[in-house]
T-cell receptor, first 112, second 114 residues
Framework: GENVEQHPSTLSVQEGDSAVIKCTYS??????FPWYKQELGKRPQLIID?????GEKKDQRIAVTLNKTAKHFSLHITETQPEDSAVYFC???????????FGAGTRLFVKA | DAGVIQSPRHEVTEMGQEVTLRCKPI?????LFWYRQTMMRGLELLIY????????DSGMPEDRFSAKMPNASFSTLKIQPSEPRDSAVYFC????????????FGPGTRLTVT
């Protein structure tokens, strides 16, 4: 069945450093790849997304890259700040069914 | 818009009892999703609806779980009978038509089954 693998499960960085989270997906029909941030005790919220017709998208300190051939996509956070500390989820879905498969999540710690 | 509304926010019940979780999606959204989140299993899709019709319920763990969407503004997730292993945070999310697009999550219901 469909699967999304996410690495690493935990990531600790110093404030100001960059953080990279990587995901792979199995369903070749996937064409929408959102990233959600979940702060402790809160709901997941979208921070950035990318569609299969684009290889890269950037929004201020956050960027996402997509390699459809390799079925890889990654989240890049530059100049990390303590408020970036949260759990980040990647996900993949397709137009055919809208079923969204989430990765297991990455717990990011940004040390001040 | 108030966003996705879920009730109750917290539920504590005893094993064997029936539990009903409620969700009101964002007005105009045609897709509604139910997720379960635990430390061990992460965020799992249980079932999703399109225009009030269940499309994929392959994530529903077993027959004790059932979900309905009687109209565009209301959905329920029922567990009967409940078991301690059902303890989790249950999220409802909705999404507009024409996507796939961002899913807007509700605040979640924290269920504890003792």
């Amino acid at each position: 069945g469909e699967n999304v693998e996410q690495h690493p499960s935990t990531l600790s960085v110093q404030e100001g450093d960059s953080a990279v989270i990587k995901c792979t997906y199995s369903d070749s029909a996937s064409n929408y790849f959102p990233w959600y941030k979940q702060e402790l005790g809160k709901r997941p919220q979208l921070i950035i997304d990318i569609r299969s017709n684009v290889g890269e998208k950037k929004d201020q300190r956050i960027a996402v890259t997509l390699n459809k051939t390799a079925k890889h996509f990654s989240l890049h956070i530059t100049e990390t700040q303590p408020e970036d500390s949260a759990v980040y989820f990647c996900a993949a879905s397709s137009t055919g069914g809208f079923k969204t498969i989430f990765g297991a999540g990455t717990r990011l710690f940004v040390k001040a | 818009d108030a966003g996705v509304i879920q009730s109750p926010r917290h539920e504590v019940t005893e094993m064997g009892q029936e539990v009903t979780l409620r969700c009101k999606p964002i007005s105009g959204h045609d897709y509604l999703f139910w997720y379960r989140q635990t430390m061990m299993r992460g965020l799992e899709l249980l079932i999703y609806f399109n225009n009030n019709v269940p499309i994929d319920d392959s994530g529903m763990p077993e027959d004790r779980f059932s979900a309905k969407m009687p109209n565009a503004s209301f959905s329920t997730l029922k567990i009967q009978p409940s078991e301690p292993r059902d303890s989790a945070v249950y999220f409802c999310a909705s999404s507009p038509v024409g996507g796939p697009y961002e899913q807007y999550f509700g605040p979640g219901t924290r269920l504890t089954v003792t």
